[in-house]
């Protein structure tokens, strides 16, 4: 039996991928890591899901953003843990 392992940054992409969100800024490795995606909406407007991901690669904050205005943001913190922000950001792609 093989098998295969992702990264939180490949599963991410992935799902980005599959919903035509074009990867427009990646920060690249450092003490945190910031992703945005970005994609037209359908009234010309831009939609963007901007990641910060923290130096062991998990997601500790999460927007999804149309026009420059901030419509939802999930972080980490007492009451909401990281593995329900990994889902959560996942779900942005699919607006």
Same mark, same amino acid.
């Given at each position: ?9 490949? =599963? #991410? ?8 969100? $074009? !990867?427009?800024? &990646?920060?690249?490795?450092?003490? +945190?890591?910031? =992703? #945005? ?8 407007? $831009? !939609?963007?899901? &901007?990641?910060?991901?923290?130096? +062991? ?13 901030? !419509? ?24």
């Amino acid at each position: 039996m093989h098998t295969h392992t992702f990264s939180v940054i490949d =599963l #991410i992409n992935l799902v980005a991928a599959e919903h035509d969100w $074009d !990867l427009w800024f &990646d920060s690249g490795p450092g003490d +945190t890591r910031e =992703l #945005i995606f970005c994609r037209p909406n359908r009234f010309g407007g $831009d !939609l963007e899901v &901007d990641i910060v991901l923290d130096f +062991t690669g998990r997601v500790e904050l999460s927007e999804y953003r149309r026009g420059g205005e901030l !419509l939802r943001r999930n972080a980490v913190d007492r009451r909401i843990s990281a593995a329900d922000v990994h889902v959560m950001t996942l779900e942005l792609f699919k607006q």
